[in-house]
C-alpha cells in the first residue's frame, strides 16, 4: 500500500518510500550522490532500523543538503592523472 501525502509534506522536503526504492536512489536524486543516503539515515534512525530495509509507505525526511565546507576542494569531473 501507498501511503497518501500531501503536498504540504513535500514542500517540506519529505518523501515517502514507493516500491522500489532504495536510500541510495533517493539521495542520489535529492543529493546528486548516493552516498549522501547517510543524511537521510542520520535524519530519520527512528524510522529506519536497518539502512538496507525501507519499506513502501514509510515516510522520511530530506535534509536540505548541507553547503561543502570551505577550503575543500571539489572533486575533478574525470579522475585521470598524468603520470
Avoid: C, K
Avoid at 533517493?26 to 542520520?42: E, L, N, T
Avoid at 515516510?59 to 572533486?75: K, L, N
Amino acid at each position: 500500500q501507498r501511503a497518501e501525502v500531501s503536498p504540504q509534506e513535500v514542500a517540506e522536503g519529505r518523501i515517502v518510500v514507493q516500491p522500489g526504492q532504495n536510500l541510495w536512489r533517493i539521495a542520489r536524486h535529492a543529493y546528486g550522490r548516493g552516498i549522501q543516503y547517510v543524511v537521510i539515515y542520520q535524519a530519520n534512525r527512528t524510522q529506519i532500523r536497518d539502512p538496507h530495509l525501507i519499506y513502501p509507505g514509510q515516510a522520511f525526511a530530506i535534509p536540505a543538503p548541507a553547503a561543502p565546507e570551505r577550503g575543500t576542494a571539489a572533486m575533478p569531473a574525470s579522475s585521470s592523472t598524468s603520470r
